[in-house]
Nanobody, 118 residues
């Protein structure tokens, strides 16, 4: 069972990227899913999530109105559409599958690097 994140890269400020996270060996539909990020010399922080039980979507204040999280259960894939990117969005982005009440016990992907140039 693993999560494979992809879609990172180098983009100019104001640009867009779409991250994907494909799960193999386990179905997404029974779990909450989310994205976190870790910038250089900073702690990992929450970005967005979709609750398993009611589908509630949550965003960090720093990305509200710019990022959109979605899931395709048929493809077993999680997405993060990132628009109006800022240099401060530069980080390694990680996907996770588990419970929003304790993400640390979930299954984490390997991360994909997003670099936003000014």
């Amino acid at each position: 069972v693993q999560l494979q994140a992809s879609g990172g890269g180098l983009v100019q400020a104001g640009g867009s990227l779409r991250l994907s996270c494909a799960a193999s060996g386990r179905s997404f539909r029974y779990y909450g899913v989310g994205w976190f990020r870790q910038a250089p010399r900073k702690e990992r922080e929450f970005v967005a999530s979709i609750d398993r039980s009611n589908g509630q979507i949550d965003y960090a204040d720093s990305v509200k109105g710019r990022f959109l999280i979605s899931r395709d259960n048929a493809k077993n894939t999680l997405y993060l559409q990132m628009n109006s990117l800022k240099p401060e969005d530069t980080a390694v982005y990680y996907c996770v599958m588990g419970s929003k009440h304790n993400w640390s016990t979930g299954l984490w992907g390997q991360g994909t690097l997003v670099t936003v140039s000014s």
